[in-house]
C-alpha cells in the first residue's frame, strides 16, 4: 500500500516540486519537471486535470497546476482530484450570515473574516451582499438609532468637533463614489513558507458605491494645526478579550486630506450594514483596508506618527531591504504598507470551467486596481506565459475605482488550459508571477491570477 500523505498539495510543492510532481501524479520524476513532462507523467497530469494538456512544453517547473490549487475555492473538476486522495485540499467552509451571499468563504470564525471567489467579483459595483467581511474584534451591536451615533475629532486641530451622524448630514454635501476597498493581506496565501494571518486568495477587496461627505470637509472645519504628522482612527468593536482596544490605524496628514477620502453611512444605496461598520466608517482608498475604521468613534490628528494596536513592528508593514523567506526579522528594515500594488485578477470564467468540445476561443472578464495608481496595461496569456495577448481596459468611473477589462482568447484545440493575467500600473510595475518580497506577516502578495479551463 502506498504511504499515506497528510500534507497539503501546497506543502508538498513547497518542500521539494520534484518529489510533489513523483507523489501527487504517481510517476517517478527525473530533475525536473521538462523530464516529466516528456514521459509517462504527462499522462498522469492529463489525467488529473481531466484532459490532454497543449501547452504541457511551457509548463514552468514545480508549479501547482491551477485546477488542483486551493487558490480557487469556486471549484476544480471532479476529475482534477490528485492520485492520493489525502494530498487533495480540504473543502472551504462557506458563510451563514444575514445579508451575504452564502458563496463567500470562511477564513476565520474569531473574529469574523471571509472572502469572495473571484467569479463572484464579475459584477462592475460590488453588490453588498458579495463584499468580503474583514473583522478585528467582536462585532458591535447594531445601531437602532444610526443619526445619534457620535464621533470626535480632535488633537491638533483648532475646534475640537463632536458630531452625531444626524449633524454630519445636515451640515455638509454628500458625495457618492465608486472605490476599492482591498484588505492588507489580500494574497496573503500566495507566499511560501506560509506567513501569519488569514489566508486570502484575491477575495479580499471589491468595488461597491459608498456615500458619505468628504473627510477633508470635516478636517477644513476642525482647522487642522501646521503641527499635524498623523491621524489615529478608532471604532467601537471591542477586543476579542473584551476590553481593551481592537485596532487603531492612521496616515500621514497628507493622505488624510485626499478629497477622495469619505466618512460614509451608506453602502450601494442604502444604510451601511453593521457588519460593514454602520452605521458610521472610514473609507480612505488605495491604502490597506485597516485605516478605513469601521463604527467610526473617533479621528485623532496627532504631532507625530501614530502608535495605536496595528501600527509599528511588522504589523501592516513590509520589508524595505528583502529578507530571507522565514527569517526572523529585523524590525528596523520594516515601512508601513501604503499603497496597494497592482492587482489583475479573472472574473470570468472561473476556476475549473468546463466548456464544450470544439470550443476554439473564450470570452473573458476581469477587474484589475492598483492602490493610489490607475492600470496602465492588462495582458492574458494561455500557454503558462509563453505569449500574451493586451486586454481592453476601461477608465475608471471615479479615482480609485477598479478598472473593468475584457479579451478573448483562441484556443488551438480541446484539452486543459490556464489562462493567466498580468496588469501593470501607471508607473510599469508589473503583476510578478509569484508573490515576492516577503514578510511574516504577508502583506503586498500580488501574483499574477489564473484559473483553470477545460475543454471537452
Same mark, same amino acid.
Given at each position: ?45 492529463? #489525467? ?9 512544453? @511551457? ?14 475555492? #469556486? ?8 492520485? &492520493? ?114 489566508? *486570502?486568495? @484575491?477575495?479580499? #477587496? ?61 453602502? +450601494? ?30 479621528? *485623532? ?94 477608465? &475608471?468611473? +471615479? ?39 516577503? +514578510? ?5 502578495? +500580488? ?10
Amino acid at each position: 500500500m502506498p504511504e499515506r500523505i497528510e500534507r497539503s498539495i501546497e506543502e508538498l510543492y513547497r518542500d521539494d516540486p520534484a518529489k510533489a510532481d513523483a507523489e501527487v501524479f504517481g510517476r517517478e520524476t527525473g530533475p525536473s519537471r521538462r523530464g516529466f513532462l516528456n514521459g509517462a507523467g504527462l499522462a498522469a497530469m492529463g #489525467a488529473a486535470v481531466g484532459g490532454a494538456i497543449p501547452f504541457a512544453a @511551457n509548463m514552468p517547473g514545480g508549479m501547482i497546476p491551477a485546477a488542483m490549487a486551493q487558490s480557487s475555492p #469556486a471549484g476544480m473538476p471532479p476529475s482534477a482530484s490528485p492520485a &492520493p486522495a489525502s494530498a487533495a485540499p480540504k473543502g472551504p467552509q462557506y458563510l451563514k450570515f444575514p445579508g451575504k451571499s452564502d458563496k463567500l468563504v470562511v477564513l476565520g470564525e474569531r473574529p469574523l473574516v471571509a472572502e469572495t471567489p473571484e467569479n463572484l467579483l464579475d459584477d462592475d459595483t460590488t453588490p453588498t451582499d458579495k463584499l468580503f467581511v474583514r473583522n478585528n474584534g467582536q462585532t458591535p451591536e447594531e445601531n437602532k438609532e444610526p443619526d445619534k451615533w457620535k464621533f470626535v475629532v480632535d488633537g491638533e486641530v483648532n475646534n475640537k468637533l463632536e458630531l452625531t451622524l444626524g449633524e454630519l448630514k445636515a451640515k455638509y454635501k454628500p458625495v457618492t463614489r465608486r472605490l476599492v476597498l482591498e484588505c492588507g493581506g489580500n494574497g496573503r496565501s500566495f507566499f511560501t513558507p506560509q506567513a501569519r494571518g488569514n489566508q *486570502w486568495t @484575491n477575495g479580499g #477587496a471589491g468595488c461597491s458605491e459608498w456615500t458619505g461627505v468628504r473627510l477633508a470637509d470635516v478636517l477644513k472645519a476642525a482647522g487642522v494645526k501646521s503641527s499635524a504628522v498623523f491621524s489615529g482612527h478608532y471604532g467601537a468593536d471591542p477586543h476579542l478579550s473584551g476590553t481593551g482596544v481592537t485596532l487603531s490605524r492612521g496616515v500621514p496628514i497628507k493622505k488624510l486630506m485626499d478629497e477622495n477620502n469619505l466618512i460614509v453611512w451608506q453602502l +450601494n444605496g442604502q444604510p451601511l450594514p453593521n457588519i460593514h461598520g454602520g452605521p458610521v466608517r472610514l473609507m480612505i482608498p488605495g491604502w490597506p483596508g485597516s485605516v478605513s475604521a469601521k463604527w467610526l468613534n473617533r479621528i *485623532w490628528i496627532r504631532d507625530k506618527i501614530h502608535d495605536g494596536p496595528g501600527m509599528g513592528a511588522t504589523s501592516y508593514r513590509v520589508a524595505i531591504k528583502p529578507m530571507v523567506p522565514g527569517d526572523k526579522p529585523d524590525e528596523k528594515n520594516f515601512r508601513d504598507l501604503e499603497s496597494m500594488p497592482i492587482r489583475s485578477i479573472i472574473t470570468s470564467p472561473a476556476n475549473g470551467t468546463k466548456l464544450p468540445a470544439g470550443t476554439k476561443e473564450v470570452k473573458l472578464r476581469g477587474a484589475a486596481w492598483a492602490g493610489d495608481l490607475t492600470v496602465r496595461q492588462v495582458d492574458v496569456s494561455t500557454d503558462f506565459g509563453a505569449t500574451w495577448t493586451s486586454a481592453k481596459v476601461e477608465k &475608471p468611473k +471615479n479615482k480609485y475605482d477598479w478598472q473593468r477589462w475584457t479579451a478573448t482568447v483562441k484556443l488551438p484545440s480541446d484539452g486543459y488550459f490556464e489562462i493567466w493575467t498580468r496588469g501593470t500600473d501607471a508607473k510599469g510595475t508589473m503583476q510578478p508571477h509569484i508573490a515576492g518580497n516577503w +514578510n511574516p506577516q504577508g502583506y503586498g502578495g +500580488n501574483p499574477m491570477h489564473r484559473v483553470a479551463v477545460l475543454v471537452g
